[in-house]
């Protein structure tokens, strides 16, 4: 299973890109990276899949290098609402290998005033 | 509202016990998930069941089962319970369009707290 590296925390202050990178040196051939998005007391909340290059959606972008050892989630103009925890997930989608699923730590992002 | 549903919301109880938790999924989800979300381990991915079968299994501990419904709807059985089993237990729901593709769906958990 291939171990995610994210920063702890972040700040960010309102209206600004956000950038949290994951570093995924071991994925798999049939690894996808999925990012999901939590609040307080709350469950996860999927925010955007990807393989390879660039996927957009309505609410981020995940750019993914030709390696695919690494991964970033671009949060553009971000709100106080985006504060959040950010999981890197890196895995089979449909989770036939998994037997470790694992969220990680995940990235604490504050956004300031 | 993801469409996934748990019960308990919340649940007190005594080490030793035995607590049933329950989830059903979105309509037309065959998938759930369950994971436990404790302070110092995160977000941990228990098991896997799709279409009343289990198909993948994380760290669950033996204490801990679960199975599938013919209606889909799941349950998490823990027993012998231990003060470090107070979490939060998330179930989560997929639709699972095909391996290009699996956004799971969380419920909004059940805390249980073991005095």
């Known amino acids: 299973l291939a171990k995610t590296t994210q920063p702890i925390s972040m700040d960010s202050y309102e209206g600004q890109e956000v950038n949290i990178t994951c570093s995924h040196n071991?994925?798999?051939?049939?690894?996808?990276i999925t990012w999901y998005q939590q609040f307080p007391s709350q469950g996860p909340r999927f925010i955007i899949q990807?393989?390879?290059t660039k996927v957009t959606n309505e609410v981020a972008s995940l750019f993914i290098p030709a390696d695919r050892k690494s991964s970033t989630l671009s949060l553009p103009r971000v709100s106080l609402s985006d504060t959040a925890v950010y999981y890197c997930l890196v895995g089979d989608p449909l989770m036939y290998n998994n037997n470790d699923m694992r969220f990680g730590a995940g990235t604490r992002l504050t956004v300031k005033p | 509202d993801s469409g996934v549903t748990q019960t308990p919301k919340h649940l007190i109880t005594a080490t030793g016990q035995r607590v049933t938790l329950r989830c059903s999924p979105r309509s037309g989800d065959l998938s759930v998930y369950w994971y436990q979300q404790s302070l110092d381990q995160g977000l941990q991915f228990l098991i896997q069941y799709y279409n009343g079968e289990e198909r993948a299994k994380g760290n669950i501990l033996e204490r801990f089962s679960a199975q599938q419904f013919p209606d889909l709807h799941s349950e998490l059985n823990l027993s012998s319970l231990e003060l470090g089993d107070s979490a939060l237990y998330f179930c989560?729901?997929?639709?699972?369009?095909?391996?290009?593709?699996?956004?799971?769906?969380f419920g909004p958990g059940t805390r249980l707290t073991v005095l």
């Open positions: 990807g393989y390879k």
């Open positions: 989560a729901s997929s639709v699972e369009r095909d391996r290009t593709y699996n956004e799971q769906f």
């Open positions: 071991n994925i798999a051939t049939n690894d996808y």
